[in-house]
């Protein structure tokens, strides 16, 4: 029964690894679907080839983490399978194998049932997050959960052509906050990037804009072009954005409304 035990105890740590390279990625600012599997690749040894894959090689903190993860993945193999050998050899008979591999069993399915619960996963990101924070220089700052790029909110490139709405103008001039936008930084033609730029600074073709708001909005804004059509689409963008903020001013209404009927039916 020694094999089985060391089996499972290999199998966790091989889980609680992969759970903290998981935080560990998101914490640089990869999503937490993109940093679970960079994790897992690297912890096994697959090796995608993905555009996520060249954001790691280019970022000194994430290289470092998946670099530990391939030195540990050989030694997780080799020391799961000498386990598993360890674990049927020697016995004898029928009862003495079956026994151990219902234990193996058993064990697989708790260890599944606790990587599937989110309860778990909850308190596990809790605390590493807490051990980062305190044992590592890694910034524990979940910034797509912060900034709800998981729901109806992202962060876009708009790369500007001489025909973009965006193109020969000045931050200001756009009022692209009117339509909830919100202008992150801008990425010159020859490589400068202005981080939190100012309203004068100018957009100009062959420049990066980097831009936060809702996904839909971000697209449009996208496919803009200069003219009429594009100051009537500002408009129209203008007013659907107004319109979405007065759904959200009636919905925090109703939730402050049903919260203080709650307290007042508790009182």
Not at 159 to 187: C, F, K, N, T
């Amino acid at each position: 029964m020694l094999g089985v035990a060391t089996l499972l105890c290999v199998m966790t740590l091989s889980l609680l690894v992969s759970r903290v390279a998981t935080v560990a990625l998101r914490t640089t600012g990869l999503s937490q679907d993109a940093a679970r599997f960079q994790a897992r690749s690297a912890l096994t040894g697959v090796g995608f080839t993905t555009l996520e894959s060249e954001d790691i090689l280019n970022h000194p903190a994430r290289r470092r983490i998946v670099l530990t993860l391939m030195a540990l993945s050989g030694a997780g193999v080799i020391t799961t399978l000498a386990s598993l050998l360890l674990s049927f050899a020697g016995t004898s008979g029928v009862r003495q194998p079956a026994a151990r591999l219902g234990a193996l069993v058993l064990g697989l399915f708790i260890l599944w049932r606790l990587a599937l619960s989110e309860r778990v996963d909850r308190v596990l990101s809790r605390l590493i997050e807490r051990g980062l924070a305190r044992w590592t220089g890694l910034e524990t700052r979940d910034y797509v959960r912060l900034l709800d790029i998981c729901g109806d909110y992202s962060i876009d490139e708009l790369p500007i052509d001489d025909d973009d709405w965006l193109a020969d103008r000045r931050i200001d001039d756009l009022q692209l906050s009117q339509e909830g936008v919100v202008v992150l930084g801008v990425r010159a033609s020859k490589g400068r990037y202005k981080g939190g730029p100012k309203g004068a600074t100018p957009i100009r073709p062959g420049d990066t804009v980097v831009v936060y708001g809702r996904s839909d909005a971000l697209e449009a804004l996208g496919k803009r072009r200069a003219g009429a059509a594009g100051d009537r689409a500002h408009v129209e963008a203008t007013a659907e954005h107004q319109r979405v903020l007065q759904e959200e001013a009636e919905a925090d209404a109703e939730h402050r409304e049903h919260e203080q009927t709650t307290k007042t039916r508790g009182g």
